[in-house]
């Protein structure tokens, strides 16, 4: 079977006529638009009519920036979809503009309440109305707008796809052979302790050759984060990604203060895998993905299909045949490739109710599990499916949901029919997952808010954005790590710090991680009567706050408590995990 994801429903190609239509659309309805805001019409039909032309206008977005995305993405070479990638991003550009006009509009009527109780059209998309309406004093000053965007064309969306280059096509030198750096990073599963230490050794040499650009990327789209944080009117970068997070200080602190009790309780755990592995002090960087156990087995695709149809269909029958039609209909680019940018991700299509995942599947049980998480994503996407676009955008906390809830359904049944030595192997496995989104999440937070803050004063060099990484995992993993072999281009490596105009895109993922671990106990507790709960709670993702959307499930996201409630459950892993460490010892 072909493993590589079919885009055909979308565009036969960059020749196909509906691509070249659907291009030349887009600025007739932004027009469209313009003079719906000029007309001489009542503020309820005009409102009415924008709606209608939002919902055909962002179907276009939809499709193109797709299409032409997840190209580029598995070819970073594709010269054509490069052409196209531009134009799109100056064509977003007038959108913005247009957005924002509307954007003006709502945020200026004093009577949107009447209007949304007059139209069940309105009363459908009240939810956005109303954030609309609120987020307005953030605006971009009407006068500068367009300048600050098209600038940002050659500023910010430039270096984010400098950095996607520089990363999908650098080779790494690997015992006398290249390859892509998505693949060298896979070696760090390998069961073999010299492959996984031979392979971080030529990992951090291939970023000495991308070193230098990569810090101007970095720098220059966070000083374009600063820029337009002050320019839209909020205090801070962060306040900036929280207000557009909907999610509040107060939860934000919640978490990290019992993610940092708890610390303490992460490093017993990778200084016991350390020892297992025979180190002394600390677990080297090379080590925090190396398999235990006897069980380090691998699976092919077909094998990884069958578990994940198998376990996560325990969940509910639904499930089982969403996956199974996921790879059934190509919606997965399976394997590591030149060109190929590195991680995984899940893009979903809402006006064709489809998602499609890039991963680069190694074999390993943890490539099963990133399936599982990105069509955790896929899933949400299913459950979002039918809303008006208004409603379907969820926010970076909550979009981890699914992911994190499939992973954790994954482990859990697998554990329950393992075997003692493939249990200790998974157990491992699932603690070696959470300590990467506790743990080095937190350590990229205190980074990037390093980052952030020194910006303010200087662009920072190579060295000093190494040496701030090491500092950050110094603070996190503290010694939990060897402090001789650390990750000092973990900068370099992730691609999140570099998306424009998506800053913090680290704190979601902890976020989802303990969040989607307590949706999941509340699953255990209630069984197939929280099936429907759960895909509501999904559905309402895109109308309602953090807060809001976890109180619907009975959990205070505000709460302290509810964060050690679920840090809790992972300590008794740990305690487990060293507890067979030092049985393995004895024997």
Known sequence: MDWTWDLSYLYKGFDDDAFAADLARVPQLLEEQKALLAADMSDLSRLEALTDSNEALYALLDRLFTFVG?????????????????????????????????????????????????????????????????????????????????????????????????????????????????????????????????????????????????????????????????????????????????????????????????????????????????????????????????????????????????????????????????????????????????????????????????????????????????????WHNRCLAGLPTALINTPMPLAETASIFNETMLAHQVLKTAAPEEKFSLLESSLMEITQTAVDIYSRYLFETEVIETRADHAMSVEELKDAMLCAQDATYGDGLDKSVRHPYMWACKSHYYSSGLNFYNFPYAFGDLFGKGVFAQWLEKGDAFVDDYCRLLRSCGSASVADVAASVGIDVRSVDFWRSSLEVVKQDIDTFCQLCEAQAAQ
């Open 70 to 378: 997840l190209t580029l993405s598995v070819d970073a070479e594709n010269v054509t979809a490069a052409k196209y990638d531009d134009k799109l991003n100056m064509l977003s550009n007038d959108v913005g503009l247009v957005d924002s006009a509307i954007d003006r509009y709502i945020g200026g009527l004093t009577n949107l309440e009447e209007l949304i109780a007059a139209s069940p059209k309105l009363q459908t998309i009240a939810f956005a109305l109303r954030e609309t309406a609120r987020d307005a004093i953030h605006i971009l000053p009407e006068a500068i707008e367009p300048w600050m965007l098209e600038m940002s064309l050659s500023g910010g969306s430039a270096f984010s796809q400098l950095r996607d280059k520089l990363d999908s096509t650098l080779l790494v030198d690997y015992r006398g052979e290249q390859l892509p750096l998505a693949a060298a990073r896979g070696l760090a599963y390998n069961p073999d302790p010299q492959v996984r230490k031979d392979a971080y050794e030529a990992e951090l040499a291939a970023y000495k050759k991308i070193e230098l650009p990569m810090s101007f990327c970095l720098n220059s789209i966070k000083m374009e984060a600063r820029t337009m944080a002050k320019a839209r009117g909020y205090a801070s970068v962060l306040d900036m990604t929280l207000q557009n997070s909907r999610m509040d200080r107060e939860t934000l602190d919640a978490m990290w203060q019992a993610i940092d009790e708890y610390l303490p309780h992460f490093r017993r755990y990778l200084r016991a895998k350390g020892r297992y592995l025979g180190h002394a002090d600390g677990l080297p960087f090379y080590d925090l993905f190396a398999p235990v156990g006897k069980s380090a087995r691998t699976y092919t695709v077909e094998e990884a299909r069958a578990k994940l149809v198998d376990e996560l269909g325990k969940f509910t029958p639904a499930m089982a045949d969403f996956i199974d039609n996921a790879f059934e209909q190509r919606w997965i680019d399976m394997f590591p490739r030149p060109g190929k940018t590195g991680g995984a991700f899940c893009a979903g299509v809402h006006h064709a109710d489809r998602s499609l995942v890039m991963t680069n599947f190694q074999g390993s049980f943890s490539d099963v599990s990133t399936l599982a998480h990105e069509l955790g994503h896929a």
